[in-house]
C-alpha cells in the first residue's frame, strides 16, 4: 500500500498544484538477474536472484518525491527510492559466478543495495482545466552494489578440483545515469476526481554503458475534499544495464510490478 502525503498551495483548478512532496511505499513483486561474465564469451552465466539464490521476489519500496510547477505548463519532479534485499540458504544446485562455481549445498548469502534518484523536466504542450498532456526528459541514476557470499564447496576457475571455502565473495557495483524520455496525460473525470498516465522509455549506449528502460504508470485518485484523496496505482518497470570493462562485462537487469493504494494529502 502506498502512502502519500502532498503539500501545495491552494489549488484553483484541477492541475494547478504549485509544489508537491510525496512520501509513501509499495509492495511489488521483483524479478532480477546478474551477470558477471569475460569479454571473449569464456564465462557467460546469469544469476537468478530469486531463483538461484532465494531472494524473495515481493518486495516493499518507500519512495520521497518532490515536484515544482515553476510556470503553468513547466514542471521539475525529483524522486529517491531505496531498494535494499538480502537472503540466505542452502544452495540445491550449482551456481557460476565469474567462472567460478559454488556447488549445491553451500550456504549462500546475498545482498543487494539499489539507490534511484530520479530526475525528470516535463512540459505540458496541451493544458485545460481538465486535461494536461506532456513530455518529459530526464535521468534515472543508479547506484546498484550486489555482494554474494559462500560457505562450502567450490570449484574455483582454472582449477579441476573443489575447495572447501568459508570466504567466498564476489560483487558487482553499477553506477549508472541513464536518460529518460516520456509522454504524461492527466484528466479530471470529475473536479474531484484525477486520472494519471506516464510511460517512460530509452534505449541508449553512454561510454561503456547500453541501458534501456521501461517505465509505466496508471493511476487515479478521488479527493474527498480540497485537501485530502484516496487512489490507486498500477506500476510496471523493466530495466536492463551493461557495463563492458577490459576483461569482464557485468550486466544487471531487473523487472517489477505492482499495484498500490495511496491516501494523498494537499494544502
Known amino acids: 500500500m502506498l502512502v502519500s502525503c502532498v503539500i501545495a498551495s491552494p489549488v484553483q483548478a484541477e492541475f494547478d498544484e504549485r509544489y508537491l512532496l510525496e512520501a509513501g511505499g509499495t509492495i511489488v513483486n521483483f ?27 515481493e518486495v516493499r519500496i518507500g519512495t520521497l518525491k518532490g515536484s515544482w510547477r515553476m510556470a503553468d505548463r513547466h514542471r521539475l519532479t525529483l524522486l529517491y527510492a531505496p531498494i535494499s534485499r538480502a537472503t540466505e540458504r542452502t544452495t540445491i544446485n550449482d551456481i557460476e559466478v565469474g567462472g567460478d562455481i559454488i556447488r549445491a549445498g553451500a550456504s549462500v548469502g546475498v ?100 541501458g534501456r528502460i521501461l517505465s509505466l504508470t496508471l493511476k487515479t485518485e478521488y479527493y474527498f475534499t480540497d485537501h485530502v484523496a484516496l487512489g490507486a496505482a498500477y506500476t510496471a518497470f523493466d530495466l536492463s544495464v551493461e557495463q563492458r570493462g577490459i576483461v569482464f562485462i557485468n550486466s544487471l537487469k531487473y523487472s517489477y510490478e505492482g499495484l498500490a493504494i495511496y491516501l494523498a494529502l494537499k494544502y
Do not use: C
Open 111 to 210: 545482498e543487494t543495495k539499489t539507490h534511484v534518484f530520479d530526475i525528470e523536466y516535463l512540459y505540458s504542450f496541451y493544458k485545460r482545466p481538465k486535461l494536461e498532456l506532456g513530455v518529459s526528459a530526464g535521468i534515472y541514476w543508479m547506484n546498484t552494489n550486489t555482494q554474494l557470499t559462500a560457505a562450502g564447496q567450490v570449484s574455483v576457475e582454472g582449477s579441476d578440483q573443489d575447495e572447501f571455502r568459508t570466504d567466498f565473495k564476489e560483487s558487482q557495483r553499477f553506477l549508472a545515469p541513464l536518460p529518460l524520455l516520456g509522454v504524461s496525460a492527466s484528466y479530471a473525470i470529475k473536479p474531484r476526481w484525477l486520472t494519471h498516465a506516464y510511460a517512460r522509455y530509452l534505449d541508449v549506449t553512454i561510454n561503456d554503458i547500453d
Open 31 to 57: 524479478d532480477s538477474r546478474i551477470r558477471i561474465n569475460s569479454r571473449d564469451d569464456s564465462i557467460d552465466k546469469e544469476v537468478d536472484l530469486e531463483d538461484d539464490v532465494g531472494v524473495d521476489s
